[in-house]
């Protein structure tokens, strides 16, 4: 597939380069109302046997928003995976308002709603891509509705070959588009950032995806969110190489706070001060 140019003259600016700073972007990932660290690949809508669950939290999503707002860790998503997560998402954002991106199940209809609710910013997948397709119109209908400003991309992706191809449906069906520098510029035309799953590797802390990573580093015109495959501090450091501190990180399954036990909460959050050039403590 071709991308085509937007249509008429550009709606909108588009920066030249994301932050030469790389920031910890943490999670809260909802399944059925309660937060879940799982693989994403197994996540079925026909059916729940497939699914791996890596971590089931005791806590709800009000406590993790809480404790990011507390470390003022700005930029984080909170993911419905699925049905029955409204609720336990609008808490999230209650708790701290204008601090969390929203995603899962975001479309024309209902993206204003959740900047009510207090999102930063809406994260858009299946709406614009799904059955395997891309649907430009209703991308356009996204940035002209909520402003580019407000608007993320998830672009998450899967290898074949020696490209790595945007995936929907659940991850499952393969588009003809590749993640290249010349679709990030399409679609850069369109949102303020990037969400970007190493889909292969995501949520089983095996380490990170480097060949995308590497990729991304080089490509990227605006803020882009790593996900997938973080298990320790050597991964974070290696990531920011790679991506010549132009990517962001979030991680999940690796996390104590999530039952990991490859990295701390705390670690995160020191290396993220690091590369801000705060304080870490």
Known sequence: MRL??????????????????MRFRPCIDLHNGCVKQIVGSTLSDT???SL??????????????????????????????????????????GAWPGGLQIGGGITAANAAGWLDKGAAAVIVTSYV????????????????GVGRERL?????????????????????????VTVSEESLAYFASFC????IH????????????????????????????????????????????LGQNRLDATIGSALDIFGGTGITYAEAVAFHRRSCGMNPA
Not at 8 to 21: C, D, E, L
Not at 129 to 138: A, K, L, N, P, T
Not at 201 to 209: P, R, T
């Open 192 to 195: 303020h950032e990037f969400l």
């Open 47 to 49: 059916s729940s046997d």
């Open 4 to 21: 085509p140019a937007p249509a008429g003259r550009p709606r909108f600016p588009v920066p030249s380069s994301p932050a030469t700073v």
């Open 52 to 93: 791996t669950t890596n971590f089931l939290s005791p806590h709800s999503s009000a406590y993790y928003a809480a404790m990011y707002k507390a470390d003022n860790l700005t930029g984080g998503h909170v993911i419905m995976l699925g049905a029955g997560n409204e609720a336990a998402a609008a808490e999230a954002l």
């Open 198 to 241: 190493a889909v292969d590797v995501e949520g089983k802390c095996a380490g990170i995806e480097a060949e995308l990573a590497e990729r991304l580093g080089r490509w990227t015109p605006l803020p882009t969110t790593y996900a997938g495959g973080v298990r320790n501090l050597a991964d974070l450091e290696k990531l920011q190489l």
């Open 152 to 176: 993320v991309l998830d672009l998450s992706c899967r290898k074949r070959g020696d490209d790595y191809y945007i995936v929907t449906d659940r991850w499952q069906k393969f588009t003809t």
């Open 129 to 144: 891509f799904q059955d395997g397709r891309i649907h430009e119109e209703r991308l356009r209908e996204m940035a002209a």
